[in-house]
């Protein structure tokens, strides 16, 4: 059920943004997608610095995103998202929205990277406790309807990974117990914040770190 919400509010949301985005202005969805790069950047900035002034981090950080990052440009898992997106695109008819690649690739790293979803979806399927995917979905419905806003559509897509990602780890979740861990748990919320403070840096600086590429850093930091 955590799942299905959190998908269910990503719809709405998306819808939400859609319909507020029509009476803003280009320069206002413009200057309002600037402000949500901010807003990601202090979530991701505030997420990371938690952890690091808790404990010693800063050499898995710099393995994990190093390492990470060579294996991801390797497989190029961001041309692997955006062909994703460019199939959806022509799919739902929206060959001619410039943005909607850019909604749904910003969305989709918005919402699927962080230990929320990983650890929700794993107390979802082991304990029948969605409560971890629900304050998730409330986050994403705000989330993504303020991006949709500004980049239209394609955010409202987003919910396709996160309903592949959240409902596969649930469907496995007695596989991936060692999560739970603490240390695992630090681990994944230290990388995925800094993750997400690239997601937030690309809104106001477009296309200035390919963060789909950067994804095996999250396995990478579980190793430690």
Known sequence: MGTIVNV????????????????????TQELLMKINGIAVLFLGISGAMEKMLSGSYAMMLILSLAVGAVIGDVIDIEKGLERFGQWLKKKSGNSKNKLFMEGFVTSTLTVCIGAMAIVGAIQDG?????STLYAKSLLDFIIIFVLSAS????????AIPVGL?????????GLLTFLLADGALDNLSLVGNVLIFCVGLNLVYPKT????????????????
């Open 126 to 130: 082991l304990f029948h406790d969605p």
């Open 209 to 224: 770190i390919k963060v789909a590429n950067l994804l095996p850093a999250l396995l990478i930091a579980l190793l430690f």
């Open 165 to 173: 990602l959240q409902g596969g780890i649930t469907l496995v979740s």
């Open 8 to 27: 269910g509010a990503i719809v709405l949301g998306g819808l939400g943004g859609m319909v507020l985005g029509k009476f803003l202005k280009a320069s």
């Open 151 to 158: 980049l239209g559509i394609g955010c409202l897509f987003s």
